[in-house]
């Protein structure tokens, strides 16, 4: 089931005993598969086998439609599933997106928390200076909270943006009922 979902088909070799009674499925990865029609109009998967379980010899061997179990996602063809992952690419790199974006805000505080206001303009010097001085005892984790004291008439200006005016947590939210349609799994599942 997993790998129907992520490339669309997954496939079984259906194991039986000497009688031909089922004994079990074993499993190919997708990528080792070829689907080949018959001029029957039959399917026949050519499964290279060479990862364990199979311990295989790399050689391909012809399954036909009965000795193979072949699960397949909604197709187009009706003959091969096609990915969800392929199907919605844009809501997986939305939310992906939003993740890294998110990640990095609050990694490096990506919104300044407010402004210097000065009466008057600043030469070069004296913004260089204003500068360094409010990296070197405001910026960083280690000097959150500090007390800043401001001379020559400057004046704190609260710049804050919170996620929710940002709306990153409706996005983010959306993003998930979106994945959720894609893989057609219920958000309380996810959510819990």
């Known amino acids: 089931m997993a790998l129907t979902l992520l490339h669309g088909n997954g496939i079984a070799v259906i194991e039986s005993d000497g009688a031909g009674r089922p004994t079990g499925l074993l499993p190919v990865p997708w990528p080792n598969v070829s689907v080949v029609m018959l001029p029957s109009g039959r399917l026949a998967y050519d499964a290279v086998a060479y990862a364990s379980p ?10 036909l439609e009965g000795e193979a179990l072949h699960l ?6 009706g003959i091969l599933g096609r990915s969800r992952i392929g199907r919605a690419p844009e809501v997986l790199g939305t939310a992906s997106a939003l993740q890294e974006w998110s990640g990095a805000m609050w990694r490096n505080q990506g919104t300044p928390s407010g402004a210097l206001k000065v009466p008057g ?3 070069q010097g004296q913004f260089d200076r204003l500068k360094a001085i409010t990296r070197a005892n405001l910026a960083g984790q280690h000097n959150a909270r500090q007390i800043m004291i401001l001379d020559n008439g400057a004046e704190w200006q609260s710049l804050s943006v ?7 947590l409706a ?3 959306f993003s998930v009922e979106e994945l959720c349609r894609v893989f057609q799994v219920p958000p309380p599942i996810v959510q819990g």
Do not use: F, I
């Open 54 to 63: 199979w311990g295989g010899t790399g050689q391909p061997r012809r399954y």
């Open 72 to 77: 397949k996602d909604r197709s187009d063809d």
């Open 121 to 123: 303009p600043l030469n």
């Open 162 to 168: 919170s996620p929710e005016d940002a709306e990153v």
């Open 171 to 173: 996005s983010r939210r």
